[in-house]
């Protein structure tokens, strides 16, 4: 999800792959999509257990075939911020500009940058290019391991939440950030959309599937909690689903575990 606990962030100098396809984007983005709903519905299946995939579908994602012989349909949500994908660009070239600076002043370690998405979007370019040299002039002054948002803007940086540096003999800069909602975190928003769906899915399925599953795929590494993973992890919510996989992922990015949150 947008915000989950930080358990890696990716360097700067792993590039991301984009398609070279002469597919319209409207169906290259759908192939895309449906390829990571059913990496996340393999994986619950895998952590789950006794069921299979019998099919991907429409309303809902997937279609799980349980070995006892029922049916169980299988809702996949990615808690994405769209504010993010707005920002993204911006965040990785600055990120690279950092990167440079660092270099160019022989900073060395291991620098995790996490900028405020909104932020980020609101600051003009012009001021967005001074933005990596301000973080490069703060770590020259200041030695320490982690610095937050009001110590940093204290001292003139923008549009940055957090600051990470870990000793390391050469200079890598890794790209984290963090987005603020006014309606809650991504996960209890999601969550509420989701059940509205649900009721229509019962309704159009009618007694088709046995069970309704809702597996919430969190957005990869890079990311600072808003409230979301820990509300899931703890199970504090309420949900009309039957059972509710949150999958984690693994340091490379992909998913590795589906963990049963469901609510007692």
Not at 6 to 35: D, G, K, M, Y
Not at 90 to 102: A, I, P
Not at 116 to 125: A, H, K, W, Y
Request: glycine letters at 6%; proline letters at 5%.
């Amino acid at each position: 999800m947008r915000l989950i606990p930080v358990v890696a962030t990716f360097p700067i100098r792993l590039r991301e792959l984009r398609p070279c396809s002469l597919w319209p984007v409207n169906q290259r983005h759908a192939h895309q999509r449906r390829a990571v709903e059913q990496a996340a519905v393999e994986c619950v299946a895998r952590s789950a257990g006794s069921v299979a995939l019998h099919a991907m579908r429409e309303a809902p994602d997937a279609d799980l075939l349980h070995e006892h012989g029922f049916h169980i349909g299988v809702e996949v949500v990615q808690t994405v911020d769209q504010s993010y994908l707005d920002a993204r660009r911006r965040m990785e070239e600055t990120t690279e500009s950092v990167q440079g600076e660092l270099e160019d002043r022989a900073i060395c370690g291991h620098i995790h940058v996490y900028f405020d998405v909104n932020e980020i979007l609101s600051t003009p370019p012009a001021q967005r290019r001074q933005v990596p040299k301000q973080i490069a002039a703060f770590l020259e002054r200041h030695p320490g391991a982690n610095f937050e948002t009001s110590e940093l803007k204290a001292d003139g940086v923008q549009c940055v939440a957090r600051i990470e540096r870990m000793a390391a003999p050469k200079t890598v800069v890794y790209r984290g950030w963090r987005s603020q909602s006014l309606n809650g975190s991504l996960a209890a928003i999601c969550l509420q959309k989701k059940d509205e769906r649900l009721r229509h899915y019962r309704s159009e399925n009618g007694d088709y599937f046995k069970e309704y599953w809702l597996a919430i795929a969190s957005l990869g590494p890079g990311t600072i909690e808003d409230g979301g993973f820990e509300m899931l992890l703890g199970r504090d919510f309420v949900t009309d689903f039957d059972r509710v996989f949150l999958i984690m992922r693994g340091f490379d990015g992909r998913f590795a575990e589906a963990k049963d949150v469901t609510p007692a």
